[in-house]
């Protein structure tokens, strides 16, 4: 028999081999917007709430999505600003127990390098996976460091144009061809599915996107459009409006490529945003409404509007509009991610997120993580946002925020309350405060979890920002 007949033959069986084993494992299309709030597009986050989408924004391919896709009421940055919300994305772990709590903060006590990061693990699943992360890294590391193939490189908010220096600059209404360079990251990662696709190769692509972080931009013609649009009640930012489109754009880029290439049943789309957003623009301590009503206040407070988001996901098996209220947070992604993947369950104690997989299938309604509920820690005063050093515990349908400087803690049941403006701490029946029993039990689990992973303690003073913490040295 010819060698060149029988090296076919080789070749032939492992590229059918190489094939089916690629069928097991699906691509994840991971879209992180910047600064979008809950109902910050056309999709409502609750089936019968009207105010859980924009009055005025307008996303019809992230609509699109939605019809055949899991809406995620209750889902949940891991922090009301980007940084910490991004290493919880990487790592599955929250913000306190990376000890990186704000944008700006030294990290050199932070192992980048770790095993236990998505695209590192992904690629203990199968080799074949290949990774790449496009947009804003927004973290004080390299992608490479992390496990990602091919990158942006560890790009900032400057990246993406943003003039940090001029108020005026930031907020005002910008146009451009290619606002916050929404296209060209999109162009980017169309190249990376397109070449993975002709080498029949998994990937996992995490586009971040600059947008809608200020400056604000968008292209002139949706500029035009929006100006004849009567603005809503709650949205009535014409730049906010003109450069959310321009991001659903993108993603209609996305979701017809993947038709094109016919991929779309086996590929995971996960949208969503890595925090609230601003609650008015230009930001300011004091306004009667915020863009994120019904939700309380916005980006940098752990209150309901700077720490839910929007979360969709559409995937194999996923073939209608379904909603889950079941409280999920970022440090669950990685865990999910590896589950559906390689139907792994990762035992790491110090993994704080669980595999919402079951959720995904409709087999469950609830997530199993190492610790009870999801934790926010931010402990530090913010001159724009509550000024108050603060963490918070979500467990159901229950959230106790617990400020720093004096103790004080507040109860509010965020399923009846989304505006959490009854606190249940001053609920008096017959003389008696009634809700004493469930507040004290979260604070403890909440003062118990910041002990236990030895989280950046509140000091007057501390911004924690520059010095390392081995400097500072302020620990609960």
């Known amino acids: 028999m010819p060698k060149a007949f029988l090296f076919s033959i080789l070749l032939l069986t492992v590229q059918i081999l190489h094939a089916k084993n690629n069928e097991n494992n699906p691509n994840f299309i991971f879209i992180l917007a910047d600064d979008q709030g809950w109902n910050g597009t056309s999709v409502k ?76 693990q992904l690629k203990i699943i199968n080799p074949s996976y290949k990774t790449a992360h496009f947009g804003k890294w927004g973290m004080d590391s390299t992608p490479e460091s992390i496990g990602y193939d091919v990158s942006d490189g560890p790009t900032k908010n400057k990246d993406g144009v943003f003039s940090w220096n001029s108020n005026k600059l930031q907020w005002s209404n910008n146009e451009s061809s290619d606002p916050k360079k929404i296209f060209s990251v999109t162009k980017r990662a169309i190249d990376f599915i397109e070449e993975n696709n002709e080498k029949n190769t998994p990937f996992f692509l995490q586009i971040s996107h600059y947008a809608i972080h200020s400056d604000i931009s968008a292209r002139k013609s949706t500029y035009n459009t929006f100006k004849n649009k009567k603005p809503g009640e709650i949205h009535y930012n014409l730049g906010l409006a003109a450069m959310t489109f321009d991001l659903d754009e993108s993603v209609g880029l996305i979701l017809d490529k993947l038709k094109e290439l016919n991929i779309e049943n086996n590929t995971y789309l996960i949208y969503t945003s890595d925090n609230g957003s601003v609650p008015i623009i230009k930001p300011r301590k004091h306004y009667k409404q915020s863009y994120n009503f019904p939700l309380r206040r916005g980006k940098w407070d752990a209150t309901e509007g700077g720490i839910r988001v929007p979360m969709i996901i559409m995937g194999p098996g996923i073939d209608k509009t379904r909603y889950s209220d079941t409280p999920i947070s970022f440090s669950d992604l990685l865990p999910t991610i590896i589950d559906i993947a390689g139907n792994k369950k990762l035992k790491n104690n110090e993994l704080d997120g669980g595999s919402f997989k079951g959720l995904l299938n409709n087999e469950t309604n609830s997530v199993n993580r190492n610790i009870k509920g999801i934790i926010f820690h931010v402990p530090y005063e913010n001159k724009i946002a509550l000024e108050r050093a603060h963490s918070a515990i979500i467990i159901d349908s229950f959230k106790l925020i617990k400020y720093h400087d004096n103790g004080e803690v507040n109860l509010y049941d965020i399923k009846n309350d989304l505006s959490e403006s009854v606190d249940l701490t001053k609920i008096l029946l017959k003389g008696k405060l009634i809700n004493t029993k469930i507040s004290r039990g979260l604070e403890k689990l909440l003062d118990d979890y910041l002990t236990n992973v030895q989280a950046p303690k509140w000091k007057p003073g501390i911004t924690w920002k520059e010095n390392p913490l081995r400097i500072i040295n302020s620990y609960h």
């Open 45 to 120: 986050m609750i089936e019968d709430n009207e105010l859980s989408k924009s009055d005025y924004y307008e996303t019809p391919n992230i609509k699109k999505i939605a019809t055949k896709a899991i809406i995620f009421s209750n889902a949940y940055a891991s922090a009301p600003v980007c940084a910490p919300s991004r290493y919880s994305i990487q790592f599955g772990q929250t913000p306190a127990r990376l000890k990186m709590i704000r944008v700006g903060m030294n990290t050199e006590h932070i192992d980048h390098m770790a095993k236990i990061s998505i695209p590192k």
